[in-house]
C-alpha cells in the first residue's frame, strides 16, 4: 500500500504513516476512532469497525509484549543475582572437593568437576551452562554418598536450593522472551493491517467527504496533511515567486500511546 496521496492540483500532500513505526500507526487509529465515534453511524466509514477491531487487538498485543519484557526483564535481574551466589558456592565446591581428592584429582570429575590430565589441574566451570551442570552432577553425587561421608561446606540443602533457583529463573527468562519475540511478530501483523485498513478508509474520506480535494480537515482523523515542497528553481525558471516550504502540521494529540518497547523494527 501507499503511504501517500498526492494531487497534482492541491498545494497540499495526503500522507499516511509507515506501518513498520508501530507508535504512529496506533496514534493515528487511536484519534480516527474518535473522531469516526463523534460523527453519526451513517456518516461513517465502511472501514471504521474493521479499524476499531484491529485498533482494539492490537491495543492488547502491546499490553502483552510490555508484560512479557517486564518479566523478562525480571527474571534476567534475579538470574543475574543468582549467578553471583553460585560461582560462590562452586568455589566451595570446588575447595572441598580438591581436598578430598588431592591424591588422586582426578576422581574430582565424580562431582561434576572437569580436570586436566596434562597438567593435573582440576578445573572450575566458566559459563552459566557448566556451574549448572557441575552443580547437577555434585549433587547427584553426594546423594549417592553416606550421610556421614558427605561433606558439610557447602551444605547439601543450599546447592540444591541453589540450582532449582537457577533452573526456574532461566526458564522463566527464556520463556518470556519467547513470549516476547512471538508478541512482536503479531504486533508487526496488526500494526500492518491496520495501517492498510486506515489507509482505505483515508482514502474513502478523500473521495466521498472532500470529491478528492485534499483538505487540511482531514487532520481532523489523525492523517497527516502537509504543503508540498516545490524547488525554488524551478518556481524561478518558470518566472513565479519561489514558495516558501512548509514544515509538516501537527495531528491532533492523542493520549495513552503504547511505547515501542521491542525496539525490533
Known sequence: MPISYRDAISPYEFRFPNFRRRPDVFNLGQTFITCEQSRPLAQQTPFTPIIIDLFQRLLAAENDLKRAERERKSASSELKRLLVDAKEIVMTMWKSVTAKCSNKPYQATRWGFEYKARTGNVLLPQTFDERLETMNLYIAEEQRQPQADRFTIPDLVDVMSLYNDLEAHHDARVSARRTRENQVELCNALALELSNYLQAAGIHLLAMEFKFKISKELQNWGYDVVAKRRESST??????????????????????????VDGDH
Open 235 to 260: 518556481r524561478e525558471a518558470d518566472g513565479g515567486e519561489a514558495a516558501p516550504l512548509s514544515a509538516p502540521t501537527t495531528n491532533g494529540t492523542v493520549e495513552a500511546a503504547p511505547e515501542d
